[in-house]
């Protein structure tokens, strides 16, 4: 899957608009576009930038294929002398992005892509879709983390996930976020995430009872968790398990039972009141069926003596918010004369009006306690570390502010191609998930909290702000000129 070309995994507008670019002589315009998102998603106080990765992979096979241009030229869509044009077309772009595990917030940029129209208009479908699934499902798996705590978490979602790509990518999103192994095997040979699971149904059904289903697995295997709601729980299946986990004494590791109907607050109670009787006071409960942050949050408050939870469906769908709602956006283009001017779309929703320019976001921290006190986007080219003190203000509401002397400055968006060059290579996943977990312990527990957290500023500079209200005024004038002709 890493190894793919998805250069046609764009939108056919996007082709139709590099046409007309090349068309008039436009293609080599020189552009800036920037993705962000304008909500935090499942009303989170924050999101867990994932999918970059796969943008890597991606953009390191971009380039029309002899086949691609075929089948292009069957649809009679496009201007065949367009299409010997994209034979030649290579990414020679810059991009700048998040690292992975990083947190992000709604209304800063998380990634900037800037070279020719042409090529950063091709390639906003394929990353629009890779980081909004990828950033909601490790924003999914981290709140689901916040409510296990410490216990262990598997991701059991491939059967559920919307195909294969998605149960992929999603399971090495939801471990950057907070689980600890996944279910699917390719994903933990594509990606080295760990592999973990139990046995199904089936095996107990074949056997027809708990007992013989339970012996020959663990005639067939040292460690052992058995799954034990096939027929009754408490009255055949736990019996059954302890039974077997005697008999075969230390040729197993009677590791755990899995617990997947009834109400797992009273079973599990009960369950581990049999396995401690019989001795196995080391022996887990693992739980699934439906799981996500709000039941594991209400079987803790229960008092449930669940050890480890496996979680599927809700996690890898985003049950509760099926999309992140990224947008890409033109903020910045050459005015044909070798200028950079800004660009921006004027919508009647404040809240939908793009920041023009090319930008830098910072998340400033504060040095005695090392928390983040906002995150502070500029004009790229601005430092805030060589301001003494540092105003920081809210975008729309100017008068709430605050000033800020003790603090440090760290740029979000870093280079990861320059000139079309990979500059920037990914750490093992491993690295990616500590660094998602360390970052999350810079966050006040405010920001932090699963249900109404406090918004965390994302304020825009001076210099950003005032660059935003010219560029509307120009806009307006424009406007209300045309009304007046
Ligand atoms: N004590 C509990 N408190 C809150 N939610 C629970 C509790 N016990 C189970 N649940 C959750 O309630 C939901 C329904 O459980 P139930 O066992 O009835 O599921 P089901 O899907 O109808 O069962 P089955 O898998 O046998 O068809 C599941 O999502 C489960 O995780
Ligand atoms: O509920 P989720 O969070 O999606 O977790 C995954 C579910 O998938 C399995 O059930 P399934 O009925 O598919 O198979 P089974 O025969 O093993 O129970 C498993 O037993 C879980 O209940
Ligand atoms: O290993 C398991 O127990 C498992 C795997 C996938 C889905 N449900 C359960």
Redesign the pocket.
Known sequence: MPEENLTLHTDAYELSMMQTYWGKHLQNRHAVFEMYFRKNPFGNGYAIFAGLQHVIDYVNHLGFTDSDIKYLKSTHFFNPKFLDYLRHFKFHGTIRSAHEGDLVFANEPIVQVEGTIVECQLVETAILNMVNYQTLIATKASRIRTAAGDDPIMEFGSRRAQEVSAALWGTRAAYIGGFDSTSNVLAGKLFGLPIAGTHAHSLVELYGNDYDAFKAYAETHYNCTFLVDTYNTLKSGVPAAIKVAKEMGNKINFAAVRL???????LSKRVREMLDAAGFTNTKIVAS???DEN?IT??KM?H?KIDAWGVGTQLITAYDQPSLGGVYKLVSIDNGHGKMRNAMKLTNNPAKITTPGKKQVWRITKRSDGKSEGDYITINGENPNLEKSLYMFHPQYTYINKTLTDFKAEPLLKTIFKDGKQVYHEPPVGDIKRHANASLASLWPEYRRQLNPQDYPVDLSKECWQNKQDTIKKIHNYVNKKLDN
């Open positions: 997947d109907s009834g109400d797992m607050a009273y069926n439906g799981l039941i209400d079987l229960q449930a």
